[in-house]
């Protein structure tokens, strides 16, 4: 059973840094995707970030290219999300979700963690 723990979400001022963490379990990730998406009240969810664990490559939607970093930990089976330079339109529920590297849709997804940017 894949399960994937989100944390490190809160609320933060403009211009202000938060790192989020996704913790996966259940299997080895080792051939997986993991990507990073939020959604915002009354938006549809969108793709922010993914990291795909065999060899680091990354992809970035570009509202976050420059401002944030997606990077993972093999020992702790954790996938990190560095946010910087953090602006209002950035406040939403954060997901993380996996999928197999040659998959087109992400199987499964955490529970989301709120990250709220104030002005």
């Known amino acids: 059973q894949v399960q994937l723990v989100e944390s490190g979400g809160g609320l933060v001022q403009v211009g202000g840094s938060l790192r989020l963490s996704c913790a996966a379990s259940?299997?080895?990730?080792?051939?997986?995707?993991i990507g990073w998406f939020r959604q915002a009240p009354g938006k549809e969810r969108e793709f922010v970030a993914r990291?795909?664990?065999?060899?680091?490559?990354?992809y970035y939607a570009d509202s976050v290219k420059g401002r944030f970093t997606i990077s993972r930990d093999n020992a702790k089976n954790t996938v990190y999300l560095q946010m910087n330079s953090l602006k209002p339109e950035d406040t939403a529920v954060y997901y993380c979700?996996?999928?197999?590297?040659?998959?087109?849709?992400?199987?499964?997804w955490g529970q989301g963690t709120q990250v709220t940017v104030s002005s």
């Open positions: 990291i795909r664990w065999s060899d680091d490559s990354t």
């Open positions: 979700a996996a999928k197999p590297g040659m998959g087109v849709s992400y199987n499964f």
């Open positions: 259940g299997r080895t990730f080792s051939t997986y995707v």
